[in-house]
């Protein structure tokens, strides 16, 4: 509930030099040119894998915070491009969903009259028809790195790109550097589309079940609902990005709440906006909070149902002491004002060298 401080035009003026500050999206111009080269490099990488006759992509997806518009600058000189593509794999109509948990993790079963495709054969768990996440996802990393994309080169307004793969936990990024500068990172991901003839999507990804493990598998995706639902979210002028990566920028900014993911975040706005009908931008501190106060709420709970599958609980997988050590900061902040705006005007000071306003833009 909305607390008569969260309206002070005090309070707001910090909320938005913490947003223009600490939140602010990377430059408009740079996101759009390297959009345009990661159109450049798609086909290679589609051509290059289909020559290897294991992944044949039957379509690409794109996801992530880029393309939402709700990414943030890392620094004011650090735009930190990142575009996260997904590789839709032929072969997904002869899967089948099975066991699938609370968190949203799930078995991939062949079917009984599925096509014999080597990349099945290659990544069929010993004993069962399930086909095992880990397997597919490291033999899609071999191949990637069989694309040889350190001989991508492609000119693009005067300036040669080239590429770089490196690892990253157990996963692959590419780099693509302009010239001698590093331009963007692209997170190149497997996925099955298991969707039918009714047109229900039902995709799935290889993915860690916590950060950082070694423990892959495969969890139904919702990215392009999410995709969906921020097209065109704002068309009325509102403030509802603002509010998401204002919070995405003050929970990097408190260590206590660094566990939070921007899943557990983008879940609790759409929340709030199912419940607050107004996002005008003179309410954007309020909304700030009201979205801070809904992820309390949640902690409260000890429970975040999934938007799109309620069944699924994004907490599953967390400490119970963690949540209320969180729930207990989040309840301070959102009770005391002074504190609030202290905590949101010095992050503005760490972050915030002289000029970088200029330099963002």
């Known amino acids: 509930m909305s607390?008569?401080?969260?309206?002070?035009?005090?309070?707001?003026?910090?909320?938005r030099e913490f947003h223009d500050a600490c939140a602010r999206q990377p430059c408009g111009k740079n996101v759009d040119e390297a959009k345009e080269v990661l159109e450049l490099i798609k086909p290679y990488i589609a051509e290059k894998m289909a020559g290897q006759r294991i992944f044949e992509l039957k379509r690409y997806e794109h996801r992530g915070s880029t393309y939402e518009g709700v990414k943030i600058a890392k620094s004011p000189t650090d735009q930190d491009l990142e575009f996260d593509v997904m590789f839709v794999m032929t072969g997904g109509r002869d899967?089948?969903?099975?066991?699938?948990?609370?968190?949203?993790?799930?078995?991939?079963?062949?079917?009984?009259?599925?096509?014999?495709?080597e990349l099945f054969q290659k990544t069929k768990e010993k004993d069962t028809s399930c086909i095992s996440a880990m397997e597919t996802k490291n033999l899609f990393y071999s191949h990637l790195v069989g694309c040889k994309?350190?001989?991508?080169?492609?000119?693009?307004?005067?300036?040669?790109?080239?590429?770089?793969?490196?690892?990253?936990?157990?996963?692959?990024?590419?780099?693509?550097?302009?010239?001698?500068?590093?331009?963007?990172?692209?997170?190149?991901?497997?996925?099955?589309?298991?969707?039918?003839?009714?047109?229900?999507?039902?995709?799935?990804?290889?993915?860690?079940?916590?950060?950082?493990?070694?423990?892959?598998?495969?969890?139904?995706?919702?990215?392009?609902?999410?995709?969906?639902?921020?097209?065109?979210?704002?068309?009325?002028?509102?403030?509802?990005?603002?509010?998401?990566?204002?919070?995405?920028?003050?929970?990097?900014?408190?260590?206590?709440?660094?566990?939070?993911?921007?899943?557990?975040?983008?879940?609790?706005?759409?929340?709030?906006?199912?419940?607050?009908?107004?996002?005008?931008?003179?309410?954007?501190?309020?909304?700030?909070?009201?979205?801070?106060?809904?992820?309390?709420?949640?902690?409260?709970?000890?429970?975040?149902?999934?938007?799109?599958?309620?069944?699924?609980?994004?907490?599953?997988?967390?400490?119970e002491e963690t949540m209320e050590a969180t729930k207990c900061r989040s309840c301070r902040l959102s009770n005391n004002g002074p504190l609030m705006t202290k905590l949101l005007s010095s992050s503005i000071s760490k972050w915030k060298p002289a000029n970088s306003v200029s330099q963002i833009v």
């Open 3 to 15: 607390k008569e401080w969260h309206k002070s035009e005090e309070f707001q003026r910090c909320c």
């Open 95 to 117: 899967l089948e969903c099975h066991d699938m948990g609370l968190d949203g993790f799930a078995k991939l079963k062949l079917k009984s009259n599925a096509k014999p495709r």
């Open 149 to 319: 994309l350190e001989e991508f080169r492609k000119d693009f307004k005067g300036t040669c790109i080239t590429c770089k793969l490196f690892y990253h936990g157990p996963a692959i990024k590419v780099d693509v550097y302009r010239g001698q500068e590093k331009f963007f990172s692209l997170d190149l991901s497997p996925l099955f589309d298991l969707s039918g003839e009714t047109g229900k999507e039902e995709m799935y990804v290889a993915k860690a079940k916590k950060k950082g493990s070694n423990d892959i598998q495969w969890l139904r995706s919702y990215s392009l609902d999410e995709k969906r639902k921020f097209d065109g979210m704002d068309r009325d002028n509102g403030c509802r990005k603002m509010v998401l990566r204002t919070m995405k920028a003050f929970v990097k900014s408190r260590s206590e709440l660094s566990w939070l993911t921007s899943q557990h975040l983008k879940t609790a706005l759409f929340r709030t906006i199912d419940a607050q009908q107004s996002w005008k931008q003179e309410e954007f501190s309020q909304r700030f909070m009201d979205t801070l106060g809904t992820l309390e709420e949640c902690l409260d709970k000890r429970t975040m149902p999934s938007y799109f599958q309620p069944g699924t609980d994004l907490f599953e997988n967390y400490k």
